[in-house]
Nanobody, 119 residues
């Protein structure tokens, strides 16, 4: 059974850091690009970052550039999102999703993990 499970969310003060994990089971993560998305209350889901299967390409939405870093450990079947200098506007449910080889057509989705940045 194909499954993605996010973890690492929590409560943090502005300026703090969190590392999200996206663990895959039921398929070989190495063949897939993984994207991170987020959805805040009352807002549409937005793409945050993506890493291709070959590591050659990483993308970030402008609002998180220089603060977030996406990485992957294929041996552990896991993709990470290191989030530094967190801001209240980063508060959202964060989801990971898989796309064959390149970032684009995302099929399998995780259940999400809540990130709350509060003063």
């Amino acid at each position: 059974q194909v499954q993605l499970v996010e973890s690492g969310g929590g409560l943090v003060q502005p300026g703090g850091s969190l590392r999200l994990s996206c663990a895959a089971s039921g398929f070989t993560l190495a063949y897939y690009a993984i994207g991170w998305f987020r959805q805040a209350p009352g807002k549409e889901r937005e793409g945050v970052s993506c890493i291709s299967s070959s590591y050659r390409r990483t993308d970030y939405t402008d609002s998180v550039k220089d603060r977030f870093t996406i990485s992957r450990d294929n041996a552990k079947n896991t993709v990470y999102l290191q989030m530094n200098s967190l801001k209240p506007e980063d508060t959202a449910v964060y989801y990971c999703a898989a796309s064959w080889r390149e970032c684009g057509d995302f099929g399998s989705w995780g259940q999400g993990t809540q990130v709350t940045v509060f003063s």
